[in-house]
Protein backbone atom coordinates (compact mmCIF):
# COMPACT_ATOMS: atom_id res chain seq x y z
CA UNK A 1 0.00 0.00 0.00
CA UNK A 2 1.22 3.39 -1.12
CA UNK A 3 1.77 5.87 1.61
CA UNK A 4 1.63 9.87 1.44
CA UNK A 5 2.80 12.50 3.77
CA UNK A 6 2.84 15.83 2.76
CA UNK A 7 4.48 19.04 5.25
CA UNK A 8 5.21 22.58 4.93
CA UNK A 9 1.83 23.96 4.55
CA UNK A 10 0.95 27.34 6.80
CA UNK A 11 0.21 30.80 6.98
CA UNK A 12 1.96 33.49 4.65
CA UNK A 13 1.76 37.14 3.77
CA UNK A 14 1.03 37.77 0.12
CA UNK A 15 4.46 37.35 -2.03
CA UNK A 16 6.16 34.98 0.56
CA UNK A 17 6.87 31.71 -0.23
CA UNK A 18 6.35 27.88 0.92
CA UNK A 19 7.72 24.58 0.30
CA UNK A 20 5.62 21.41 0.29
CA UNK A 21 7.19 18.56 0.62
CA UNK A 22 5.68 14.91 -0.14
CA UNK A 23 7.37 11.50 1.26
CA UNK A 24 6.46 8.55 -0.40
CA UNK A 25 6.40 4.54 0.94
CA UNK A 26 5.36 1.37 -0.20
CA UNK A 27 6.66 0.94 -4.02
CA UNK A 28 9.22 2.02 -6.48
CA UNK A 29 8.63 6.27 -6.29
CA UNK A 30 10.76 6.56 -9.05
CA UNK A 31 8.37 4.56 -11.90
CA UNK A 32 4.92 6.65 -11.20
CA UNK A 33 4.45 10.29 -11.67
CA UNK A 34 3.49 12.21 -9.37
CA UNK A 35 0.93 15.37 -8.96
CA UNK A 36 0.12 18.26 -6.33
CA UNK A 37 -3.66 18.66 -6.33
CA UNK A 38 -5.37 22.10 -4.39
CA UNK A 39 -9.04 22.70 -3.14
CA UNK A 40 -10.18 26.03 -1.68
CA UNK A 41 -13.26 25.84 0.51
CA UNK A 42 -16.65 25.47 -1.82
CA UNK A 43 -14.46 24.92 -4.46
CA UNK A 44 -13.90 21.30 -6.54
CA UNK A 45 -10.23 19.92 -6.34
CA UNK A 46 -8.12 21.10 -8.87
CA UNK A 47 -4.90 20.52 -10.63
CA UNK A 48 -1.85 22.67 -9.90
CA UNK A 49 1.78 20.35 -10.90
CA UNK A 50 2.77 17.01 -12.10
CA UNK A 51 5.84 15.17 -12.98
CA UNK A 52 6.95 12.50 -14.27
CA UNK A 53 8.53 9.16 -12.64
CA UNK A 54 12.07 10.00 -13.79
CA UNK A 55 11.51 13.79 -13.38
CA UNK A 56 12.06 14.73 -16.90
CA UNK A 57 8.74 16.13 -17.57
CA UNK A 58 6.33 18.06 -15.71
CA UNK A 59 3.48 20.67 -15.96
CA UNK A 60 1.46 22.86 -14.41
CA UNK A 61 -2.00 25.23 -14.07
CA UNK A 62 -1.84 28.32 -15.78
CA UNK A 63 -2.55 30.29 -12.68
CA UNK A 64 0.67 29.06 -11.25
CA UNK A 65 3.39 28.94 -13.62
CA UNK A 66 5.93 31.26 -13.42
CA UNK A 67 5.63 30.78 -9.41
CA UNK A 68 5.31 27.58 -8.68
CA UNK A 69 8.31 25.21 -9.34
CA UNK A 70 7.88 21.12 -8.85
CA UNK A 71 10.18 18.54 -8.20
CA UNK A 72 10.92 15.17 -6.94
CA UNK A 73 14.16 13.60 -5.08
CA UNK A 74 13.80 9.49 -6.57
CA UNK A 75 16.83 9.00 -3.75
CA UNK A 76 14.72 10.13 -0.77
CA UNK A 77 10.99 9.49 -2.12
CA UNK A 78 9.71 12.60 -2.01
CA UNK A 79 8.34 15.36 -4.40
CA UNK A 80 8.63 18.64 -3.70
CA UNK A 81 6.12 22.18 -4.20
CA UNK A 82 7.83 25.25 -4.25
CA UNK A 83 5.73 28.32 -3.87
CA UNK A 84 6.68 31.76 -4.86
CA UNK A 85 5.28 35.37 -4.88
CA UNK A 86 2.25 33.53 -2.89
CA UNK A 87 -1.62 35.07 -3.96
CA UNK A 88 -4.69 35.65 -1.35
CA UNK A 89 -6.15 32.66 -4.07
CA UNK A 90 -3.68 30.32 -3.65
CA UNK A 91 -5.32 29.97 -0.17
CA UNK A 92 -6.41 26.10 -0.63
CA UNK A 93 -5.79 22.50 1.20
CA UNK A 94 -2.92 21.07 -0.95
CA UNK A 95 -2.90 17.19 -2.10
CA UNK A 96 -0.02 15.78 -3.29
CA UNK A 97 -1.00 12.26 -5.41
CA UNK A 98 1.10 9.33 -6.76
CA UNK A 99 -0.61 8.05 -10.11
CA UNK A 100 -0.95 3.90 -10.14
CA UNK A 101 -0.15 3.83 -13.97
CA UNK A 102 3.48 3.13 -14.34
CA UNK A 103 4.64 6.41 -15.60
CA UNK A 104 8.48 6.83 -15.59
CA UNK A 105 8.06 9.16 -18.99
CA UNK A 106 4.97 11.01 -18.55
CA UNK A 107 2.74 12.57 -16.22
CA UNK A 108 -0.87 13.48 -15.69
CA UNK A 109 -2.79 16.34 -14.97
CA UNK A 110 -6.45 14.71 -14.12
CA UNK A 111 -7.12 13.41 -10.71
CA UNK A 112 -8.78 10.11 -11.92
CA UNK A 113 -5.07 8.84 -13.23
CA UNK A 114 -4.00 9.11 -9.35
CA UNK A 115 -5.05 6.24 -6.77
CA UNK A 116 -3.27 7.27 -3.98
CA UNK A 117 -3.43 10.91 -1.54
CA UNK A 118 -2.15 12.56 1.33
CA UNK A 119 -4.19 14.19 4.17
CA UNK A 120 -3.47 17.34 2.67
CA UNK A 121 -1.83 20.48 4.05
CA UNK A 122 -3.10 23.88 4.73
CA UNK A 123 -2.03 26.85 2.89
CA UNK A 124 -3.36 30.40 3.89
CA UNK A 125 -1.91 33.76 2.53
CA UNK A 126 -3.16 36.74 3.66
CA UNK A 127 -3.40 39.44 1.79
Known amino acids: QVQLVESGGGLVQAGGSLRLSCAAS????????MGWFRQAPGKERDFVAA????????DYADSVKGRFTISRDNAKNTVYLQMNSLKPEDTAVYFC????????????????????WGQGTQVTVSS
Open 26 to 33: GRTFSSYA
Open 97 to 116: AASNYFSRNVYYTTQRHYAY
Open 51 to 58: ISGSGGTL
